[in-house]
């Protein structure tokens, strides 16, 4: 087995070297492990960060490439006329301010961070001299050269400050159910009593308005072969740290698992880089320098959205005689227009399209019959506002005000940052940029013209909710609703369900000795905690004897309420869960209320009417899809890791899964498939930073040529997780493959 090791380490190191040799710049040393974490020891900054983005380049190019083409407009080139309503509102919402004020917002070297990191990528495209990776064979184009302004595209930002989405569906809301309907069951949190604004026909806001908003938010897929695919689904994240009086070391356990779409690539790619005042262990996006998440030598961090509203649709009233003008204030105002080419795959010419934006932000959607348009104004068009590129200063962080210096650059996404310090000290932050809305809460469209609505700045950083080393000797977050008792500022109305963090809650309160261990059992935990709501309920309907109905009650009140792959009761809870909202409030206001709202209502006074009709249509949808012997939550709960291309031999799937949206162990989606939840898990111990583990499905490598492509799906699938290795020592131990690289290039100092 060592000899086989030894030779795969030789053999690729040679064809390293010939593939970049030539180089007179000095050598970088990257070792991988035998989990597919590159580790770079470089001597500069500058060298770190250009072999990231060469490593980043060699193991998920494909993947680097549709990311750009996404994020700057440019997936028509490949996708064909489809595409380009996506393109345009990529471009729409580019960044177009300060360029200098834009770098400096995430770090005083920020700019060169980026240069070099885009040069190691475009250093491993030229490496290709021409050749094609297969992908790019499949899909029939060659990857392209990256630029600086590409990695902080914000079609991302767009993805996870999702607002206007909820603005449009609240005004749809109210036009179909009534205004006192929408606060009695779709409530804001905290209750704020809802105000149509004067001036807007919530009657014209249409779904049509986020078409192309949608779209381009949208995972791009090149599909070559017919599979099964998945949408983003629910998302949602778990942290907690503990301090040192609660663990078996005396120090403190950090813990995150960040939800987002679990996708092939995977969504996040870990690194540990090396250089002079750097040394940092943890993930990130692959298109992005550094680490989002993760440790250096003396704090680690862990995040989960918090939901700040950091967006606000705009009704603009469009000149009649004249839609290139827009009333504001009193006066017509002409609307910034800007002409671009957008390549389209088959044909000859470029699309041309036009830019449109009011003071406002881009417009997104135009109704010329009504003579109004719809624009974005959104965190994401300030300075600073590309998705977690502020990390570049978080990890270079030494202490609890050094991390809150470096929160201030955090503008989107909206986080709640947990941290841990090798002195013993824990804290937590809502980070993100603040808007404050004075007079208005932001939960409606709002009308451009009058001037009334417009943001008053930000919420300075000492006035977001923040703990530091709190009495209770723990802080933990689950995307829930995280306003103290009595918190005078508006920060959003819109949360997770609260069952995560409670059962997060319930298994720290009161524990002592806490060791790694326990905290991969709370990452695998499977306990539904509206399940047993639902059970005491069950307790008080009695069907009669000798019934069906009857004995699936007692089955329900016996079960544990663990949402096993195998468990029947599981099955029958989530599926006759699904139907008692329309059977409570109808089909149409019963698809829209959420879980809590269905528990309580049945809390308030027990309707059995609907406990039978729902029972009724979800066995009937059980025994539709699955035979007996055969109807176990997992023979529907699954997922299905779908490669961007389609070809099938590289996706994989679907396999059964545990949990659902309420438990920690989340894995939500539409129509009981998972296709949201925690690829990326660790667990930091800072006693040790080698005790650290993780685990990142379904590989580190997007190659899949590579063993590293999917040779972490079994330990993902089964919670198995694999070390974190820091030290120089224990990286050796495990180093499956050793590279030098030589660098061709020298950036212009700045």
Known sequence: MMSSVVTRVRTTLLAFCLCIAGGQASDIEILRDRWGVPHIYARSID????????????DRLFQLDLWRRQGTGKLAEILGPEAIPRDRLARLVRFRGDWDAEWKSYAPDAKRIVEQFVAGINHYIKSLKGQRPIEFQLAGYDPQPWAAEDVVSRIAGLLMTRNVRSEVERAQDICRFGLQAVQLYLPPDPFVQLAIPKGVDLALITRGILRDYEAAIATPQLALQASETTGDGEQGSNNWVVDG??????????????????????????WHLVAPGLNVFGAGEPALPGIAVGHNEWIAWGFTIVGIDQQDLYVEKLNPQNPDEYRYRGAWRPVEREQQDIKVKGRAQPERVELRYTIHGPIIHEDREHHLAYALKWVGAEPGGAGYLPALSLMRAKNWSEFLKAVERYKVP???????????????I????????????????????????????????????????????????????????????QLGFEWALPYRFERIEAMLTGRSGLDRMDFERMQQDILCLPARRFQALLRQWRPPEGSREAEIVREMIRWDGQMRVDSEPALIYEVWISKLGPAL????????VNLETVLRKLESGLDTKALQSSLDAALAQIEKALPAGERQWGRIHQIFFRHPLGVKPWSFGPFARPGDANTINATSGANFRQSSGASYREIIDLSDWDRSEMTNAPGESGDPRSRYYDDLLEEWKYGVYHPMAYSRKFVEHNTEERYILHRDDQPASQ
């Open 47 to 58: 060298d770190v960060f250009y072999a990231q983005g060469y490593f980043a380049a060699k």
């Open 245 to 270: 009086t609660m663990t078996h070391t005396g120090k403190p356990l950090l813990a995150n698992d960040p939800h987002r779409p679990v996708m092939l690539p995977s969504l996040r790619k870990t």
């Open 414 to 428: 909206s986080e709640n940052l947990v941290y841990a310090d090798t002195d013993g000290n824990i804290g937590w």
């Open 430 to 489: 809502a980070a993100g940029a603040a808007p404050v809305r004075k007079g208005w809460t932001g939960l409606l469209p709002v009308p451009g013209d009058s001037g009334e609505y417009e943001w008053q700045g930000y919420l300075p950083l000492s006035e977001h909710p923040q703990l530091y080393n709190p009495q209770r000797h723990f802080i933990a977050t689950a995307n829930h609703n995280i306003l103290p008792p009595g918190y005078a500022h």
């Open 585 to 592: 409030f109808g089909d149409g206001l019963g698809a829209r």
